[in-house]
Nanobody
C-alpha cells in the first residue's frame, strides 16, 4: 500500500509560479500529476517514468510545467510557471508500482494510488 501526501497548493496571479510536492510512503516507481477543474474531465498534466528517463506533458502545459523527483525522499515535484486562470483545478498526485505503458499513453486508470488533492487557483 502506498500513501501519497501533497503539499504546496495555493492561490497565485496569472503569470506567477507555484511548486507542489508529493511525498510517498511505500514503493512506487511510476509517478505523475493529474488535475480536475469543476465541470471538466480529469486531465493528466505530467508523468515521470522510473529513474526519470522519460517525462510526458500534454500540449496544454508543455513548456510551463516540469515534473521532477527526489528519489532519496521518495518525493515528486511539479513546478508550474507562467500560470493561467485555466490551470485552476485540484491537482492530484498519482503513483503506481510500474509504468504499464509509455508515459505518453498512461491514463488515470493506470495509477493505483492517488493523493487527496491540493487546490491551485490562478486569478486573472
Amino acid at each position: 500500500q502506498v500513501q501519497l501526501e501533497e503539499s504546496g497548493g495555493g492561490s497565485v496571479q496569472a503569470g506567477g509560479s507555484l511548486r507542489i510536492s508529493c511525498a510517498a510512503s511505500g514503493y512506487s516507481s511510476c509517478r505523475g500529476w493529474f488535475r480536475q477543474a469543476p465541470g471538466k474531465e480529469r486531465e493528466g498534466v505530467a508523468v515521470i517514468s522510473p529513474g526519470g528517463l522519460s517525462t510526458y506533458y500534454p500540449a496544454s502545459v508543455k513548456g510551463r510545467f516540469t515534473i521532477s523527483q527526489d528519489n532519496a525522499k521518495n518525493t515528486v515535484f511539479l513546478q508550474m510557471n507562467s500560470l493561467k486562470p485555466e490551470d485552476t483545478a485540484i491537482y492530484y498526485c498519482v503513483a503506481n508500482g510500474y509504468c504499464g505503458a509509455p508515459v505518453f499513453a498512461l491514463t488515470s486508470a493506470d495509477f493505483d494510488y492517488w493523493g487527496q488533492g491540493t487546490q491551485v487557483t490562478v486569478s486573472s
